[in-house]
């Protein structure tokens, strides 16, 4: 029997909190998960792990009381029960990643013919940089029957300014937050080929048009008005409540500049989203009551089967 995904709720609370530890829930989630066995997971963290690097990287750290990954949970208004399962934190490297990074741009109309261009290997965390996690867990709405996951996380130091960039242009920094869910909730998402489920930057739903600067971009505060989503070093998450067993939200938050270039001269504006080396991915996914089925450890199984594949 086929069990199909219900979403809640989708909306998106615009409060700015004044600090993580004080962030009100607000959305912009999605969801996405893997298919895979248990010894594929296993390969794909294994070669996660042990891929040997030439340099320091960025880590992640967990501020006292914080687990990575959180508790399970257990639905208490559903029978039967189902179970919510979190993936543990991990960093991505982009690098591993721009080919599907820029198949969603396109996708969502955020392309050459649009004067929006991706930009690798230009902004670089520093090598000792963190990502602090100060808050990760999955809760349950107020009847006991769908479940949300909220992330906080600081990044220090913050990515730095690219140098040399062109004359008369602004930067400004963003997180550009990729979400991969099994369905195309609300209407929107892309199929991307040869990945599983639907595909898209957040921005609050929005399709890219010609380059007009941050405001109206892939970032996860364009789009918003007055403000009230989060730009490095800070993030908070909260994608609302979901339910139905097979569900899954995968998240990766990326620092990214974004540089804007008026038109003059005859030139069109342009836009170069400059993505730095490092993102955090993490996410969650819902199955069976623990007594149906066997639980197995799940990792952020699409996104790191990506760079995976690319090294294979």
Not at 154 to 175: D, E, I, V
Not at 212 to 230: E, K, L, M, Q, W
């Amino acid at each position: 029997m086929v069990l199909s995904s219900v979403v809640v709720s989708r909306g998106r609370d615009q409060s700015v909190p004044t600090s993580l530890s004080e962030a009100t829930p607000r959305s912009r989630g999605s969801r996405l998960v893997g298919r895979f066995g248990p010894a594929l997971v296993g390969a794909l963290l294994v070669s996660a792990v042990l891929a040997p690097t030439a340099f320091s990287a960025p880590t992640i750290t967990t501020k006292a009381g914080v687990a990575n990954p959180p508790p399970n949970v257990q639905s208490t208004g559903l029978n039967p029960q189902q179970t919510a399962i979190a993936d543990k934190a991990v960093l991505v490297p982009v690098a591993d990643f721009s080919a599907i990074l820029q198949s969603t741009l396109t996708a969502q109309g955020f392309t050459a013919a649009n004067n929006w261009t991706l930009v690798n290997n230009v902004a670089t965390l520093d090598d000792n940089a963190t990502f602090n996690i100060t808050a990760y867990n999955i809760s349950l709405n107020p009847g006991g029957t769908a479940f949300g996951e909220t992330m906080d996380f600081t990044l220090s130091p913050n990515l730095a300014q690219p140098g040399n960039l062109p004359a008369g242009s602004t930067a400004t920094l963003h997180w550009l937050q990729i979400l991969n869910d099994d369905q195309r909730y609300g209407n929107f998402g892309y199929a991307i080929g040869g990945q599983q489920g639907f595909w898209q930057l957040d921005n609050g739903d929005f399709v890219g048009g010609p380059a007009a600067g941050a405001g109206t971009g892939p970032y996860y505060d364009s789009n918003a008005p007055g403000g009230g989503f989060s730009t490095p070093p800070g993030f908070h998450d909260f994608p609302r409540y979901y339910a139905g067993v097979g569900s899954y939200l995968h998240f990766l938050a990326i620092p990214t500049w974004d540089v804007f270039t008026p038109a003059g001269g005859g030139n069109p504006a342009t836009e170069s989203i400059m993505v730095g080396n490092y993102g955090i991915a993490w996410g969650f996914k819902i199955v069976p009551e623990p007594s149906s089925i066997t639980l197995i450890a799940f990792g952020v199984v699409a996104i790191i089967g990506v760079a995976w594949k690319r090294r294979k």
